[in-house]
């Protein structure tokens, strides 16, 4: 079975920066989703960012577009989520999920990235927390 993993989570000073790693291991598909999400405490879990392992076309929610970028190294099964400009409002503890998806899928329409919901298998979330 697949196996996910996250990393890199941390303590951030307002305004900096994070790199966060989600490994994907045991993958036996050609193309596959990755996707971020992220809960604060009390509250529900917020999708963040989705992109194709194909060819990195990815999609972000708003509350994020413009400060975090998602990227992938193929050759390590490995995605990673640069967060920037970080505020106190994107501490929480945040997930990678994967998804197969049809080989050689592109995530270019938002529409068709944003709506993959149905994530398999997730990692067990790395904390990140952002002091004003």
């Known amino acids: 079975e697949v196996q996910v993993v996250e990393s890199g989570g941390g303590l951030v000073q307002d305004g900096g920066s994070l790199r966060l790693s989600c490994e994907a291991s045991?993958?036996?598909?050609?193309?596959?989703?990755v996707g971020w999400f992220r809960q604060a405490p009390g509250k529900g879990r917020e999708w963040v960012s989705t992109?194709?392992?194909?060819?990195?076309?990815?999609c972000y929610a708003d509350s994020v577009k413009g400060r975090f970028t998602i990227s992938n190294d193929n050759a390590e099964n490995t995605m990673y989520l640069r967060m920037s400009s970080l505020k106190s409002e994107d501490t929480a503890v945040y997930y990678c999920?994967?998804?197969?998806?049809?080989?050689?899928?592109?995530?270019?329409?938002?529409?068709?990235?944003?709506?993959?919901?149905?994530?398999?298998?997730w990692g067990q979330g790395t904390q990140v927390t952002v002091s004003s």
């Open positions: 992109t194709s392992s194909f060819d990195g076309s990815s």
């Open positions: 045991r993958v036996t598909f050609d193309t596959y989703a």
């Open positions: 999920a994967v998804v197969e998806l049809p080989t050689d899928a592109t995530l270019e329409e938002y529409d068709t990235c944003r709506l993959i919901t149905d994530f398999a298998y």
